[in-house]
């Protein structure tokens, strides 16, 4: 515990740069010196992407979930999401045949996400290891599970240390989750509006280890205090202990979660494990709520189209003839409210014609009492093919959303039709 106390003492409210208190501390201790994680599937993207997926799997007593939740990876993204992240898995178990088979799994159903290089395996040898023997025992911990735990946040550390180069973001998921459509999107753009606010992650599930998305450039430190306190205690509370150590007082999580547990039984001797995730939604067929607001728009309408056409719940559609780059059309609710999904149709139904091909939606927050506007919008997605269709994420500062406006970002060829703006709200 030396090297957590000189941290602790060299902390003082006056500071602010407290990762490079750590990365001073680390000078001395090169845990990571004799490690050589091998790759066993797949290469590396010549160039950095944005987002790194990284899990952990090992052998488990009863049955693996791993290509269940590289499925989900994948299918739950769209095309162009894909473009934008590397998945990056760590065959963490020394059993060479347990290997041996799920590199043939993993080669013959994802083939072709390995040749666009979307997707990398790679093992940690067991030389590269700290003692296993011999370790501290907390908590009266049994020495089994202590070093079932211990080992893990090596593998979690050789994971991390391997994706550091590879892209701006690395998001950790445990090995048998599934993910909500979308879910790139939405980090993309939770992450482009905390782009420039202090933090060390950003959670987008509260279970364990998983949907804790790093800056790749904190990564080292992290590896290193993993590494430092492998023996202490599990990595999800070592991840507390390090936001501490760095100022992070309260996690900065977002609702509802990305990520749900689907397995049954824990990785350590196969017990039962029921463990869900209650803030996880899974897509929402019901009705959209639409409530009481008023429609503000900067677009030109025909005389017989009336801006309340594209709210309302019935088949009545706003026809703008006309639209301008900066043009908007904005929904006004009545009284503040916590909105979780957002729907926005434009062009006709049957030909898709009238489509608003650039723009995006935003969500307003009010904090002057305004009547027709808000003063402070956060962007929520872009149209694509003239919609948009997704959840609304909101940290635990529980903010009520006043506004939705659609923004048009590029001048239309020809007028444009919105058919419906869809509110949902708790």
Same mark, same amino acid.
Not at 165 to 190: R, W
């Given at each position: ?18 990762? +490079?208190?750590?990365?001073? $501390? ?12 091998? $790759? ?10 944005? =987002? ?101 946040? *090596? ?7 391997? &994706? ?35 933090? %060390?992650?950003? +959670? ?17 430190? #992290? ?23 760095? *100022? ?5 999580? #977002? ?10 039984? #824990? ?13 996880? +939604? ?25 801006? *309340?056409? &594209? ?17 908007? =059309?904005?929904?006004? =609710? ?7 999904? %957002? ?27 305004? $009547? ?28 009520? %959303?006043?506004?939705?406006?659609? =923004? ?8 444009? $039709? ?9």
């Amino acid at each position: 515990m030396v090297a957590w106390q000189r941290a602790r003492m060299q902390i003082s409210p006056s500071r602010t740069n407290h990762l +490079e208190t750590f990365k001073d $501390i680390q000078k001395n201790s090169e845990p990571l010196k004799n490690v050589n994680s091998c $790759i066993l599937i797949g290469a590396p993207p010549l160039k950095k992407r944005l =987002l790194t997926i990284g899990i952990s799997s090992m052998k488990r007593p009863q049955r693996s979930y791993l290509l269940d939740t590289l499925e989900s990876l994948f299918y739950s993204s769209s095309l162009s999401e894909q473009k934008h992240f590397i998945v990056l898995v760590h065959l963490a178990d020394p059993d060479p045949m347990w290997r041996g088979q799920v590199i043939s799994n993993i080669s013959t159903i994802f083939k072709p996400y390995i040749q666009a290089s979307q997707l990398v395996v790679i093992n940690t040898p067991l030389k590269s290891y700290l003692p296993l023997k011999s370790l501290k025992r907390n908590s009266n911990d049994a020495p089994a599970y202590v070093a079932f735990r211990s080992k893990r946040n *090596m593998d979690y550390a050789f994971l991390m240390n391997f &994706a550091t180069n590879h892209s701006d973001y690395f998001l950790m998921i445990e090995d048998d989750v599934k993910c909500v459509p979308g879910f790139v999107t939405q980090i993309a753009t939770t992450v482009s509006a905390w782009e420039n606010k202090p933090w %060390v992650t950003l +959670e987008f599930s509260p279970l364990g280890f998983t949907g804790k998305l790093f800056r790749t450039k904190d990564l080292p430190c #992290f590896v290193n205090f993993l590494l430092l306190f492998y023996q202490e205690m599990p990595c999800d509370s070592l991840l507390s202990h390090f936001h501490d150590l760095l *100022m992070q007082q309260t996690p900065v999580q #977002f609702l509802p979660s990305l990520f749900q547990h689907m397995g049954n039984y #824990f990785s350590f001797e196969g017990k039962l494990n029921n463990l869900k995730d209650k803030e996880f +939604e899974e897509d929402d067929i019901s009705s959209p709520n639409n409530p009481a607001a008023s429609i503000y728009t900067s677009l030109k309408a025909t005389n017989d189209s009336v801006p *309340m056409n &594209a709210y309302s719940l019935n088949k009545n559609f706003f026809y703008a003839k006309s639209a301008e780059a900066g043009s908007h =059309l904005t929904v006004v =609710l009545d009284s503040p409210a916590k909105v979780f999904r %957002v729907q926005v149709l434009t062009g006709s139904d049957l030909k898709g014609e009238n489509q608003l091909k650039e723009g995006q939606i935003e969500l307003g927050y009010d904090f002057n009492d305004q $009547i027709n506007d808000c003063d402070d919008y956060i962007l929520l997605g872009l149209l694509v093919n003239g919609i948009l269709n997704k959840q609304v994420l909101s940290n635990k500062s529980g903010k009520k %959303v006043k506004c939705v406006r659609l =923004l048009v970002t590029a001048t239309p060829s020809s007028g444009i $039709i919105v058919r419906h703006i869809n509110i949902w709200v708790k």
